[in-house]
């Protein structure tokens, strides 16, 4: 079988490729072949020609942000998560696999060419279906696929319910009643959409326009989907509980698409910020005309300026789509000149988002003018209020929170300083990529606005060291892994250089009640290190390999001696806590 997959997730780089490596190793196994693309903020890799999607005979979709699948129309396609594609693929494969139907053979009532053909009812009539339209605008071809379903399964003599999903909201929404009647679903969309309610039913995807022009085949493939069986019920549960865990933390996932977006800009200014110390010293941006103002004026007066209205823009997109975009970038622009910074671009971000899908559902037009809404109507109105609300009543108090915290945190020295760096350290190995580690790692990437760079030196230290010091185990202390886990210590030094500590994940998952704990204490340890020497990094990645920019680093020294002391504290954690593997 010819498997095509995508991978992709926030940074683009641990789950992306940990995601593809998973699915080729486990596909090779079965016996199939398969090609992966990887997308991030590194851009589109092995990217999959027009003729391999031809001939696949399934997609597998595994990205935790939104992803353009309108070049799939018309193939079995699986959505999941990065997470679920490097944790349980073998699973993730056999229900792509049970999604593929051999060729069918003639429908019965379609006669020779140039034959009239009497329509007819296939034996199975009177099914129930239930189904989401989907495209990009919600417009035009979600409600003319609607219609087109509507049409097929009525010929057919069954019976469909539709929902209807785009930037006007959602319409004629299917109820846990509909889902749980339906003999099958027909998901039609060239947008996102999330199947988790579908769990355990017999569901084929496909575009719209494939809908539109097919929608008899659409309705047949629907039937003709293989049942789950009890094996892949559990699986499909599991998925849905997986998602519907994700679902309720969607302000944290609004929160890591606007992150994933702001990140390139601030490693961009963040470099270019160090190049310019690099070749004028700190005073680089006074010196007119020279290159080291150059830098400067690229890295802090253009890209640090823009990075929180890009922050509060993409969190708006998240929430709202693409109406969202403009009173998302506004707000963030505003909260940027006005002084509150990162936090009043958060506050503008989900304000922008969730104001405009308030009013996106409750403004009601004809059909005939609700075009209007996305571009003209909810932009205009949703910017006006978050603009207005941003000058008068916003950003006053939260500019006076963010001058205090940057106050509190330039003052802090020795034991006060240390204190902080251990809070950070442990956030950042506590769930290694997750929520508690992303939330540290935005309030220090945030803090670069400020000019405030201690955190940022900390967190990087503390998100090496979790990878580092399991490599080091795995070399020292060989019986306390097993073969697999020994294996992969060359890998996880290579990621943990380079500051991904979700290479730390596959041996915290074998063994977490030993593990989590060492790998907390070492990055606490390097935490605490670099923020009580004062170390300060300009740069929100990039591992050790920004260490070697000229002007990155501040105090180097201590910043290796951090690393280093929180790799050696992990290494002797993991020595006492983990126990020898018996042999095989």
């Not at 070697?548 to 201590?558: D, K, R």
């Amino acid at each position: 079988m010819k498997i095509v997959a995508l991978t992709s997730c926030p940074t683009g780089v641990a789950h992306t490729f940990m995601a593809a490596e998973a699915l080729k190793k486990a596909a090779t196994h079965l016996g199939h072949s398969i090609r992966v693309e990887t997308h991030g903020s590194i851009g589109v890799r092995d990217a999959l020609t027009d003729e391999e999607i031809a001939e696949a005979d399934v997609v597998i979709l595994a990205a935790d942000i939104r992803v353009d699948s309108t070049r799939f129309e018309g193939k079995p396609l699986l959505e999941t998560s990065t997470s679920e594609a490097i944790r349980h693929t073998r699973e993730i494969l056999e229900r792509s696999m049970a999604m593929v139907t051999p060729k069918s053979e003639p429908v019965a009532g379609v006669a020779e060419e140039g034959t009239p053909a009497a329509p007819t009812v296939p034996a199975q009539a009177g099914k129930k279906l239930v189904g989401i339209t989907s495209c990009p605008t919600g417009i035009a071809h979600t409600f003319m696929a609607a219609e087109a379903l509507q049409k097929a399964a009525k010929a057919l003599g069954h019976e469909i319910k539709v929902e209807t999903q785009g930037s006007v909201g959602a319409k004629n929404q299917l109820t846990a009643e509909d889902i749980a009647a339906a003999d099958a679903v027909v998901i039609a969309a060239d947008a996102k959409v999330d199947i988790a309610r579908f769990a355990g039913k017999p569901l084929y995807m496909t575009g719209t326009k494939h809908a539109m022009h097919k929608g008899r085949e659409v309705i047949e493939t629907a039937l003709a989907q293989p049942v789950s069986t009890g094996a892949d019920l559990t699986s499909a549960v599991d998925q849905a509980k997986a998602d519907r865990s994700r679902s309720r933390t969607g302000p944290y996932k609004h929160l890591m698409t606007g992150v994933s977006y702001m990140l390139p800009i601030v490693i961009a200014g963040g470099l270019a910020i160090a190049l310019a110390f690099a070749f004028g010293g700190i005073y680089a941006g006074d010196q007119e005309g020279t290159l080291a103002a150059a830098l400067s004026q690229i890295g802090g007066g253009a890209a640090f300026s823009l990075f929180v209205a890009v922050l509060s823009g993409f969190i708006a997109f998240s929430i709202a789509d693409r109406p969202g975009i403009a009173p998302g970038m506004v707000g963030g622009l505003l909260a940027q000149n006005l002084g509150a910074g990162f936090l009043g671009g958060i506050v503008s971000g989900f304000l922008a988002g969730y104001l405009t899908k308030f009013l996106s559902e409750k403004i009601k037009l004809p059909s005939t003018l609700e075009g209007l809404k996305p571009v003209l109507i909810l932009p205009f109105l949703s910017t006006m209020i978050v603009g207005l609300l941003m000058i008068f009543v916003i950003a006053p108090p939260v500019q006076g929170a963010l001058t205090a915290m940057t106050d509190w945190l330039n003052s802090m020295r020795g034991t006060n300083a240390a204190l902080l760096g251990i809070i950070l350290g442990a956030m950042m190995a506590f769930d290694m990529g997750g929520p508690i580690n992303k939330a540290a790692y935005t309030f220090s990437v945030g803090l670069l606005a400020s000019k405030v760079y201690t955190p940022m030196a900390a967190t990087m230290a503390a998100g090496m060291t979790p990878p580092l010091g399991l490599a080091l185990a795995c070399f020292l202390f060989k019986s306390r892994f097993d073969r697999e886990e020994r294996t992969a210590g060359t890998p996880a030094l290579v990621l943990g250089m380079s500051f991904i500590t979700e290479g730390a994940i596959p041996f915290a998952a074998k063994d977490p009640l030993r593990v989590i704990p060492a790998l907390v204490l070492g990055s606490a340890v390097a935490g605490a290190i670099s923020m009580a020497s004062n170390v300060q990094l300009l740069v929100p990645h990039g591992g050790i390999f920004a260490a070697m920019i000229p002007g990155a680093v501040t105090n180097l020294v201590p910043y290796l001696v951090a690393i280093v002391a929180g790799t050696l504290v992990t290494t002797g954690a993991l020595f006492i806590l983990k126990r020898p593997v018996p042999a095989a």
